[in-house]
């Protein structure tokens, strides 16, 4: 059974190494010169003014690295980040925020303002990449009610993040009631 643990221990290893971000946005976007392709799609980069960025997600820093490896060196970017983790490595234009999940913070809250200023400046010779990962739910927030509190949303999250839990201990413990 060791030698099991250590070759399911291997493949594990293997699989989170395969796992390249970075590698997989330039797979998956190539650019020649002015054109960007993506699945066969062609867009000429030409004829936008501005590249705008909105990346949210847990793999929200990677995905914007990877971006940027594909459009470098010609192509400044200006956009939002928003991740559970904060970076080391800083890329100009880009606006970082370290927002909650899965409870939302006031990250979040800060950082859905942002993504909605910056897509405000957006016109027809914008074109947004929009980068989205797991986690999103709780990294980007601000409630269409305007009387709606960061508390408001912190305790809806709570409840709907711990509800399969509750039950879950119910069912164990045997009970019939009602969570």
């Not at 010779?125 to 739910?137: E, P, Q």
Request: a positive charge; aromatic letters at 6%.
């Amino acid at each position: 059974m060791p030698q099991l643990k250590q070759l399911a221990w291997q493949i594990f290893q293997e699989t989170l190494a395969a796992i390249d971000i970075p590698a997989t946005m330039q797979r998956k976007l190539v650019r020649k010169g002015a054109v960007l392709v993506c699945n066969g799609t062609r867009i000429d980069l030409g004829n936008f003014e501005k590249l705008r960025v909105v990346a949210i997600g847990k793999a929200a820093h990677a995905m914007v690295d990877g971006l940027a490896l594909v459009l470098a060196p010609f192509v400044r970017l200006e956009g939002v980040v928003a991740a559970p983790t904060a970076t080391r490595k800083l890329l100009a234009g880009m606006k970082y925020f370290v927002a909650g999940h899965p409870i939302p913070n006031a990250e979040s809250w800060k950082a859905a303002e942002a993504i909605l200023a910056l897509l405000k400046k957006c016109d027809e010779k914008t074109l947004v990449f929009f980068l989205l990962s797991g986690g999103g739910s709780s990294l980007v927030e601000l409630p269409l009610d305007p009387a709606q509190t960061l508390e408001d949303l912190q305790k809806m999250h709570q409840a709907v993040v711990t509800c399969g839990h509750r039950s879950r201990q119910s069912m164990r413990s045997g009970s019939t009631s009602p969570p």
